[in-house]
């Protein structure tokens, strides 16, 4: 393009009112019937040829999608540029509509292009959210199916420990039963000794408690 594309802008007339009316029936039909038409030619699933490292790079996805810019440079990311640049931004839609067709024309390109490059993005887009979404939807199943593993050897792992503590458990209480009951016959025992001792002695030196009373003083036997 040797001009830039604002320098291509002219004015434009409205239409006669009778002609208006005339088209106003057709021309909304004829429209969608041709953007209807363009995307019919478009492939509903895009194809890529590269894999994408980084997602968030739209451009990214659209190179691996293949698709590239027309000879005559207006890509549906142009014209939206062309939309909001400071020279038409402002100004009514009908006249930045108008403005970008004169430029369009003026520069050999068709409005079909800018469309049907608009449709190859979008489903290059829809296309790599489904690719993403499966690869997510299979990527959660996966760690749930590790998870659901997890937890499982987890539960294992606390049973046998919980098996081993109650073994501990089971084992103190049958030695701590064992020592009770001979706590009991070694108090009888001493009970036996003390009495037959406290015939001979005034002061009797067997204890009859348990191992934590304190040991008496040594007595005297009692005279003959």
Known sequence: MSKKWY????????PAEESTETSHDQAPLSAAQAVAE?????????KFSTPVNNPTSFQEIYNAAEIHSPAHGFTVMKVAEMLHSEHIRNL????????????LEASGAVIQDV???????????DTFERVQ??????????????????????????????ARMQANNDELAREREKFYGWRLKK?????????????FVTEN????????AA?????????K
Not at 135 to 161: P, T, V, Y
């Open 115 to 125: 469309i049907e490059d608009a449709v190859k993005r979008d489903r290059a887009l």
């Open 215 to 223: 040991a008496p003083a040594p007595s005297r036997t009692s005279e």
């Open 92 to 103: 009514p839609r009908d006249v930045k509509r108008s403005s970008v067709l004169v430029a």
């Open 7 to 14: 320098n291509l802008f002219v004015s434009v007339d409205q």
């Open 187 to 199: 108090q009888e025992e001493e009970q036996k000794i003390s009495d037959t001792v406290s015939y």
């Open 38 to 46: 363009i995307a019919a030619t478009v492939a509903p699933e895009t």
């Open 133 to 162: 979404e499966r690869a997510l939807g299979e990527l959660e199943a996966r760690k749930a199916k590790e998870n659901q593993e997890i937890q499982a050897e987890m539960d294992r792992i606390a049973a046998e420990h919980k």
């Open 205 to 212: 030196p067997i204890t009859t408690g348990g191992s934590n």
